[in-house]
């Protein structure tokens, strides 16, 4: 088999192959194999008649078409091997040329895993970062704590800063509400610093009942921009005061708060449990960025639309998750955050081709370095998800699909080749 490769731009190509008279052959002979078990032959029972015997009653129209289609189906997948090339659908077929018993010619037109040239991976100048615990880190869990054992007492005066108010708002720009603006019953912990400046200072002072504007300019540099920058006005109703009380943080916490002596030994788990964190986020963060400089070293091709949209489809099925969890439909969930499905969508399909760009590198590495997982580890990773799924027939049913058991070994592939990445950079 003769093969010549095209590319067509992007990353669609038009693959041509050329069969002889021996590639020919086998698909022939199995043609005949499988024609022959509905020829009807007297003296003989149906799919019982000799190969020999049948093919003189084969129509040959019926053992043409037969052979064309087997060649192609037997020899499509070796072809694009042969050029180095991976669909990743199923190609378009067309036959140009063909000689009964001495050639066939054919051209298969596909998108293709486009072409990558990883850049030296096992020196990509990426360091990891050193885990420190300070006595701050313990102080801030200590004081979040304290908060949580806060007691909370409603009362009739002005509001200061570190009083709980419950207020109703709505926001709006020249006249307009905007999305993400507005709430009833917004619990707010007053120089907690989680709205723009000047609200949480523009409330100290009033008392429940008062109804007053907030004029107020988003920072410059907000994450929403239509808000960047922009002057708003805030209705506010403060609806109730509530003064708290935070706990002394000392023995007697330490004991509301678990199987701890004293102040100490709830310290020393603090920072114990603090290390184990700070340790597994350093590692995550040390492989995502070494993810990225590889890829930023890397020679990618033209990526292809069809991987940046199957991205984008697990991106939209992780946000309709999100809103539904909250009871709203993605739309609503957004423009609670101030966003638009159009902006969502604008920088989810940046997130989906930079996640498409180190899929790419990340399969390239596996595949050159020979990274491989025993079977041994795909059955305990599928054996771990059946006990986590046991109570859901459908997604139990899904793990016994091949295919699913073939999604779930690339995964652990790509995670020993991320594996792989780390050891040689540290």
Known sequence: MKT?????????????????????KKAQDLAIEELAKEVRVEGFRKGKVPMEVAKKFIPENDLDAKTMDLSVRMTVVSAFEQEKQMPLLRPEISITKFVPGEMLEYVATVEVVPEVTLGDWKNLGVKRETAKIEEKDIKGVLDNIAKSFSEKKAIKRAAKLGDEVIIDFVGKKDGVAFPGGSADNYPLLLGSGNFISGFEDGIVGHEPGDKFDLELTFPKDYGVEDLAGVKTVFGVLLKQVNEVTEPKIDD???????????????????????????????????????????????????????????????????????????????????????????????????????????????????????????????????????????????????????????????????????????????
């Open 252 to 426: 007697e916490l330490a004991k509301k708060v678990g199987p701890f002596k004293d102040l100490k030994a709830l310290k020393e788990d603090i920072k114990k449990n603090l290390a184990i964190q700070t340790e597994e986020r350093l590692d995550n963060k040390f492989k995502d960025d070494l993810i990225k400089a590889l890829v930023k070293k890397s020679k990618i091709g033209d990526i292809p639309e069809i991987l940046v949209n199957d991205q984008m489809h697990g991106i939209r099925d992780n946000l309709e998750r999100n809103a539904q969890s909250q009871g709203m439909s993605a739309e609503d969930y957004l423009k609670r955050g101030g966003e638009t499905m159009e902006s969502w969508e604008k920088q989810a399909k940046k997130v989906a081709e930079e996640n498409v760009k180190a899929s790419l590198c990340l399969q390239t590495l596996a595949v050159t370095e020979k990274v491989t997982v025993d079977d041994k580890l795909v059955e305990a990773k599928i054996a771990e998800l059946k006990d986590v799924y046991r109570k859901s027939p459908e997604a139990l049913k899904n793990l016994k699909d091949p295919a699913v058991k073939q999604d779930i070994k690339n995964r652990l592939t790509i995670e020993a080749a991320i594996d792989k990445l780390a050891k040689a950079n540290k």
């Open 4 to 24: 010549k490769l095209k590319k067509l731009g992007g990353s669609r190509v038009e693959l041509t192959a050329t069969l002889d008279a021996d590639d020919l």
